[in-house]
């Protein structure tokens, strides 16, 4: 089953719910999530503390996400930007059925009588037999900014950074279309193989999609330690073995790069202070380089033994949204890119995953990644980078046009 990557459906399903997810934790295979016994809906008239209840009455799989303007909930912010994706704050469903995928075959963690063990495996089994579709989408975005307004934002927010408002800022822009997406499904394979990300995401919650390809994880719990490995620092792959090394080096050296990962660390560690055993927040891994299929990152890891009766719920009020997508000092920086950017960032700067039945999870963080809203036909892609006093606003912008470029192309052009 090499080819576990090919298989999961172009999706007509049970509800028209499905979840296929990758982490670390199921490298080598994908776990999936289909149907909906139960759901859980956060809109703005609604509170974190009902979700709270809510996961704790199940004890069950949930899976589920978190949008970038949960954070008007926890903080007091607003969005002045309009929600074209049609996302909620938050959704979480408890699917029929859970299973993962691998080279040694299907692994079932739950089933209920109309998504059985016999469904299951009909379901892989008609979906291993089916090959890709060859026709490729030609979807063209378009910036909601052109790069002279992206400059000047730069320029501006620069001179927030001298003035002592905030440190850094992660300044984000919207790509997007107004055209139909025949295979949603189809275009996340190709965004994957283009990316080979560790946690990457697929959703399809009625009319709304979720392609993504995420290299980044915002939270893991595994019992009282829990982990977050937050990404600054990026640079582009040669062709060329000798010159990719060099620019590895270059990455790992980088003044600039590795103070914006400082600054995001510190920031990480002191959102877990407020959950964590007092002394148990430690830096396992500082400027790790890792090497993904087009780009190098500079990826950090923060851990910390939290207190046993601190919640899914408290974890996300004390840690979302994550550091690398927000600035320091956070609050801040949050008010300053919803007023500097121009569109809201929806589900892009969220978080997609998992919760077992134990009080695990594992959840990324939604970057390189397609949204689609079919009844709409709306097509969005945010992209975004670290804003700081070294930072050339130029360089900036053609790393942005790096980070999207898989996504382009998965789209056809």
Known sequence: MQEDKKILPHVELIDNRVFILRSN??????????????????EESGNLEDL????????????GYLSYD??????????RHPNKT???LAHFICPKAVFSVDEAGVHIYKSLPECDERFILSWVKKFLSLKEESTLETIDLIAAQNKEHYLKSVYQLKNHIHSGDIY?????????SNQKLKSPFNTWMRLNEKTTAPFAAYFQINDLYLLCGS???????????VTSQPIKGTIRRSSDATRDQELKDELHESLKERTENVMIVDLVRNDLSRSAERGSVKVDKQFELITFKTVHHLVSTISAQIKSEVSFVDLIKDTFPMGSMTGAPKIKAMQLSDQYESSARGIYSGSVGYIEPNGNFD???????????SSEQYISSHVGGAITAMCDPEEEYDECLLKIRAVVEALGR
Not at 364 to 373: E, H
Request: proline share 1%; charged share 30%.
């Open 363 to 373: 959840f990324n963080v939604v970057i390189r990644t397609v949204v689609y809203n």
């Open 168 to 176: 850094e800022i992660n300044y984000c822009q919207e790509f997007y």
């Open 52 to 63: 709270d209840k809510w996961i704790k009455q199940k004890e069950d799989w949930i899976f």
């Open 215 to 225: 290299p980044e994880r915002y939270l893991k719990r595994l019992g009282t330690r």
């Open 25 to 42: 934790d199921y490298l080598s295979s994908h776990l999936v999530a289909l149907g909906m016994d139960d759901e859980f809906v956060l």
């Open 86 to 88: 049609g996302v909620n």
């Open 70 to 79: 949960l954070k008007n909930k926890i903080e007091k912010l607003e969005t």
